[in-house]
Nanobody, 126 residues
Framework: QVQLVESGGGLAQAGDSLRLSCAAS????????MGWFRQAPGKEREIVAA????????AYADSVKGRFTISRTNAKNTVYLQMDSLKPEDTAVYYC???????????????????WGQGTQVTVSS
């Protein structure tokens, strides 16, 4: 079993920055890809950013390109999402997810992931 714990969400104003963290623990694993998703009220869950095990392959949703940055520290089993220039439309519950196993690629479909965090709320006011 793997546990993912997100932190760093909260209230922000448009133009502000927030940094989300997601720490993985539990079962021993050697390599994994990770992703950040979000779900706004009344909307489906969508990919925000994804990163491969090495960090060499990264993908972003078009809506966050140039504003959000995903990164990871494998020694700490932690993935980050730096969110700059926040907009009200970024308001959502943000989830991190992990896909176990070695691969050079990232994953953008939620059904490809093995475990999920509990989510952290991000609210951006105008």
């Amino acid at each position: 079993q793997v546990q993912l714990v997100e932190s760093g969400g909260g209230l922000a104003q448009a133009g502000d920055s927030l940094r989300l963290s997601c720490a993985a623990s539990g079962r021993t694993f050697s390599s994994y890809a990770m992703g950040w998703f979000r779900q706004a009220p009344g909307k489906e869950r969508e990919i925000v950013a994804a990163i491969s095990w090495s960090g060499g392959s990264i993908a972003y949703a078009d809506s966050v390109k140039g504003r959000f940055t995903i990164s990871r520290t494998n020694a700490k089993n932690t993935v980050y999402l730096q969110m700059d220039s926040l907009k009200p439309e970024d308001t959502a519950v943000y989830y991190c997810a992990i896909k176990l196993g070695y691969s050079r690629r990232y994953y953008t479909e939620d059904n490809e992931y093995d475990y999920w965090g509990q989510g952290t709320q991000v609210t951006v006011s105008s």
